[in-house]
């Protein structure tokens, strides 16, 4: 297994900033939780270093007609391309927010959530598929998803 650095990777697909405010709110709680961490938006990082988190949390809406948000395809594409063992030893969640009333649901992170396991990575927890009022879900999922980690992180050491 490859060598992972020992810190997790936050990243958010947003449009209007409502997923990025919860990765924000993502890092405060891992920092509570002891882990060294950077919140970056999708397009502010290289695959190398995604790849080279030893945990990563992905927070995303979903725009358009089932769309990633504007921030996100890139990335979404370039990971799509690397090999199939590249997120080996990377632990993964990803946090959906979307509405209801489209018809495809979150549908972006349900791709991000079944690319990472494409590509190696290990689901430390389900995916959130969180509605319009998703503040207290998606705190709930945050912390669990953190303590999950946590647990992981002690195994390993
Ligand atoms: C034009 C538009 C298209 C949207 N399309 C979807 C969609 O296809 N699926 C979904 O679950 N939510 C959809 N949403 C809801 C957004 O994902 C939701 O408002 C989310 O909180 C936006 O988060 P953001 O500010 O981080 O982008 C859409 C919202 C708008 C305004």
Excluded at 6 to 34: C, F, P, R
Aim: glycine share 8%; aromatic share 10%; hydrophobic share 35%.
């Amino acid at each position: 297994m490859i060598e992972k650095e020992n810190q997790i990777g936050i990243y958010y697909g947003s449009q209007t900033g409502n997923a990025e405010l919860l990765a924000s709110d993502a890092g405060a709680l891992a920092t509570a939780y002891g882990f060294e961490n950077k919140v970056a938006g999708l397009d502010e990082i290289s695959v190398e270093e995604f790849s080279q988190n030893k945990f990563v949390i992905i927070c995303t809406s979903t725009w358009g007609d089932g769309e990633q948000p504007d921030n996100a395809q890139e990335m979404y594409d370039m990971i799509s391309e690397v090999s199939n063992d590249a997120l080996s030893g990377t632990h993964f969640a990803v946090l959906g927010i979307g509405d209801t009333a489209f018809e495809m649901f979150c549908e972006s992170a349900r791709e991000w959530d079944s690319l990472l396991e494409q590509k190696g990575g290990l689901r430390t927890f389900e995916r959130a598929e969180c509605d319009v009022d998703y503040e207290d879900e998606a705190d709930e999922w945050l912390v669990s998803t953190l303590e999950l980690m946590k647990t992981e992180q002690e195994k390993e050491d």
